[in-house]
């Protein structure tokens, strides 16, 4: 099979995917001429097994990136055998510190069947949920072990350099706060209040409690060790006891 035929059937079998996952997938399909974009991307495949392997004997050469709006990324790739199909695999976000990967398992990649639409099925119901799991284990250790969000509960905690981050659970609760200046990470999914300017960062915080309230979502504002929280800061928040977590170096 001709270079071209083969990167056309690549593409064309992630197109077909995207739209059998559950929630919105897009597809985009890495050429071989895209060298760092695919180099990039081949640091970043989550897996220590079936991929990897793969991976170490057939340099990645092109590839289709499945992506989610939150940030979420999977990683459709040729597959090396006598057998017909894809192999598949989760890819770790850019925007994450490698200690938050301390004992989360890689979500290790699959192999897929040259049918998309039953692959669609067997990625739903086992890399995909191991991938999700792993996703939301490691963006709560970026935030440092904090408690995260409830649907009832919006947790704030101050971090080292000043600013505050939240993860909250739904979109309204998101809404509120992008629009008194938290900025969302698309990758992580962290929300973050600078601390450029204090005063502006207090206003902030009193003014989202009670729009949070009406939607039936309380606040609470959590303070890492070693940091107090400035005089201006909302009362109403009292501080909630953080989680613990063991730093470490992150292995994919």
Known sequence: MHDH????RLASYADVLAGELPDTWTSSHLQPDA???????????????????SLA???????????????AQLV????????????????????????????????????????????AEQIAGDLLARYDSA??????????????????RVVLT??????????????PAGAILVAHGFVQDPQSGIYRLTGDDTQAQARALREIGPQ???????????HPAG???????????PPVPAGTRTSATRTR
């Not at 035929?5 to 056309?8: A, N, P």
């Not at 090396?80 to 695999?89: C, N, P, S, T």
């Not at 939240?166 to 979109?171: C, L, M, Q, S």
């Open 5 to 8: 035929d083969t990167s056309e």
């Open 158 to 171: 101050w971090q080292p350099d000043g600013s505050v981050t939240t993860t909250p659970v739904d979109d």
């Open 227 to 237: 940091r107090t929280a400035p005089t201006s800061a909302p009362a109403s928040m």
């Open 35 to 53: 060298k760092d974009d695919l180099a990039e991307l081949a640091d970043r495949i989550w897996d220590l097994d079936l991929v990897a392997a």
């Open 212 to 222: 949070l309230d009406m939607l039936g979502i309380g606040t609470a504002l959590q």
């Open 57 to 71: 004997e057939h340099p990645l050469k092109q590839a289709a990136v499945l992506s989610r709006p939150d940030g």
């Open 135 to 152: 996703l939301a284990q490691v963006r709560h250790n970026a935030l440092g072990g904090i408690q995260p969000s409830q649907p009832d």
């Open 76 to 119: 459709v790739l040729d597959r090396h055998d006598e057998r017909d199909g894809f192999l598949i695999a989760a890819v770790a976000p850019r925007a994450l510190p490698d200690e938050a990967y301390r004992a989360v398992p890689e979500p290790n990649g699959i192999a897929l069947a040259d049918d998309p639409f039953l692959s």
